[in-house]
């Protein structure tokens, strides 16, 4: 059994931990995006499904790109941010199962099937998401995920030559700008959320 994290770690992680607007100046190389995946990849998925794909845009360009399919209010995040990331998900995940999952024959629950494809790398790839976020906060990272976007959009700029990924959601990534903040949200106490059965 793994011993707790300290204060410290646990505070990089979840309870000073914040979603940004903005970010300093400072680049992010290349390296760390590696650096991620290295460790949200280890985050567990259904019979290890891995279904998130990910595009790292960290030119003006590809960033252009993904700020043309955003909201008014995202999209100027998207153009400032020294990478912006589309986490999408493979619906036909399941092709690569006898490679990711070979001690069962995992592939056959999902061919033919589609809708339960989709409800699985939704479900799934959301959890990859999560594992990005929290894997960029432990490398010193910072994050903004956000919605606000046109899918369609999004997919056929970047995922047209694999029509089978669609995008999940989207996020900025960089070294936070502590002035791009708002006023901590509300979190409750386990009571209001929680009941033990």
Request: proline share 8%; with cysteine; net charge negative.
């Amino acid at each position: 059994m793994a011993n707790p994290l300290d204060d410290g770690a646990l505070d990089t992680l979840f309870r000073t931990a914040r979603t940004y607007n903005g970010y300093t100046d400072e680049p992010v190389g290349v390296d760390r995006l590696h650096a991620i995946w290295e460790l949200m990849k280890w985050g567990p998925t259904s019979a290890n499904q891995l279904p998130g794909r990910l595009v790292w845009c960290v030119s003006d360009e590809a960033k252009a790109t993904l700020a043309d399919a955003c909201s008014a209010q995202n999209k100027p995040k998207i153009l400032a941010a020294p990478v912006s990331v589309v986490i999408g998900m493979d619906i036909d995940f399941h092709e690569y199962l006898p490679e990711l999952f070979p001690h069962a024959d995992a592939k056959s629950w999902f061919t033919g099937n589609e809708p339960l494809r989709r409800e699985s790398a939704m479900r799934n790839s959301s959890l990859q998401g999560a594992y990005f976020i929290m894997a960029a906060r432990a490398l010193g990272l910072d994050t903004g995920p956000m919605s606000g976007f046109d899918a369609a959009k999004v997919d056929a700029a970047f995922f047209s030559d694999t029509p089978s990924v669609k995008t999940n959601f989207i996020s900025t990534l960089g070294h936070g700008d502590p002035g791009s903040i708002y006023p901590r949200s509300p979190r409750p106490a386990f009571e209001k959320f929680n009941r033990i059965a």
